[in-house]
């Protein structure tokens, strides 16, 4: 696929940001062909077009080769890259991270630990840790129940089920806690979300907010479907995603990404 040049993007005056799983990927974590050739269509027509996701930058490589795509807000928007270079980073904080580790260790609950290059487990052979992120098609990480002593930690993932998460919500409050699977959730700075990453990186685009789209299915993407100019929610999204968004297309799995594009009169 071309990429735009840089100075069609400086000069585009909309910005599309798109979340993967769920939306850029379909059910079968695959990305459809009316998916890529509406990617395409967009760039042709001067939309700034950008990935917001909690997967960590080293997860979706290809899918930003795919697309020609190299901006994109990482981590639920603790990590985002403008044209290839970092402007905004929000790491945990290393001395909360530690207390939380202590005590899921305690409750026998293990953590994945992320940043931008590569991921680490606390222990080996849960099954926990093995189902969740199968489900994403990614094989069990190394394992290295110190590695956030050794760089900074983005993003981490704390497996336990249902409402067991309550208890670190109340006892470890410097982060915030969204399940994405039944069985893992993700860990982040308190207050972090992809809508704050986003105005991150308009600003960097010099962009405004209004002229902003966003596309997500999941509850992580809940912020940034109702803070953006046009929030637009897939018909497989949660129910709370489709309440604050301004438009609800249709499933991944019926090209609804497409749909929408063309529905919206973004081409």
């Known amino acids: 696929m071309s990429k735009q040049s840089l100075e069609e993007k400086i000069l585009a005056e909309k910005i599309a940001f798109f979340d993967i799983d769920g939306t850029l990927l379909n059910h079968d974590k695959?990305?459809?062909?009316?998916?890529?050739?509406?990617?395409?269509?967009?760039?042709?027509?001067?939309?700034?077009?950008a990935i917001a996701t909690g997967r960590a930058p080293f997860m979706y490589e290809q899918i930003r080769e795919t697309l020609g795509i190299d901006s994109y807000v990482s981590f639920n928007g603790q990590y985002v890259v403008f044209e290839?270079?970092?402007?905004?980073?929000?790491?945990?904080?290393?001395?909360?991270?530690?207390?939380?580790?202590?005590?899921?260790?305690?409750?026998?609950?293990?953590?994945?630990?992320?940043?931008?290059k590569g991921m680490r487990a606390t222990t080996e052979e849960d099954h926990f840790i093995?189902?969740?992120?199968?489900?994403l098609h990614f094989q069990y990480p190394a394992v290295d129940h110190k590695f956030y002593h050794q760089t900074e930690i983005y993003q981490s993932l704390l497996f336990c089920e249902g409402n067991e998460i309550d208890y670190y919500r109340d006892c470890h409050q410097k982060f915030d806690y969204i399940r994405w699977h039944e069985l893992s959730c993700d860990v982040l700075p308190s207050g972090g979300s992809k809508a704050e990453g986003i105005k991150q990186m308009i600003k960097a685009a010099n962009?405004?907010?209004?002229?902003?789209?966003?596309?997500?299915?999941?509850?992580?993407?809940?912020?940034?479907?109702?803070e953006v100019g046009t929030g637009v929610a897939m018909g497989n999204a949660v129910d709370a995603a489709k309440q604050v968004s301004d438009y609800v297309t249709?499933?991944?799995?019926?090209?609804?990404?497409?749909?929408?594009?063309?529905?919206?009169k973004l081409l």
């Open 84 to 116: 290839g270079k970092p402007i905004y980073k929000n790491p945990l904080s290393y001395e909360h991270l530690e207390e939380l580790h202590q005590d899921a260790h305690k409750n026998n609950h293990p953590m994945v630990f992320m940043n931008e």
């Open 207 to 226: 962009l405004d907010l209004k002229d902003t789209y966003a596309f997500g299915d999941g509850l992580n993407d809940i912020e940034m479907l109702s």
């Open 130 to 135: 093995k189902e969740s992120l199968s489900s």
């Open 30 to 49: 695959e990305l459809p062909v009316s998916t890529i050739q509406a990617i395409k269509d967009l760039q042709n027509n001067g939309v700034f077009c």
């Open 250 to 264: 249709a499933d991944v799995a019926e090209d609804g990404l497409a749909k929408a594009i063309y529905e919206l």
